[in-house]
């Protein structure tokens, strides 16, 4: 089994989407780096979603 069916296996999971970009790309980059940084509650997965212009 590999990670992710292990992380829904046998528990709810948080999976925190945030916009990149928003408010401004510095500040996303730093809300990004934070969550991978916090092993406690920063969520199992994460999704970053981006526009290409």
Do not use: C, H, Q, W
């Amino acid at each position: 089994m590999n990670r992710i069916e292990n992380a829904f296996k046998n528990k709810p999971i948080f999976m925190p989407y945030f916009p990149l970009g928003y408010p401004d790309l510095d500040t996303s980059i730093d809300v990004i780096e934070a969550l991978a940084k916090d092993e406690e509650g920063s969520g199992d997965f994460g999704e970053f979603v981006g526009e290409r212009g």
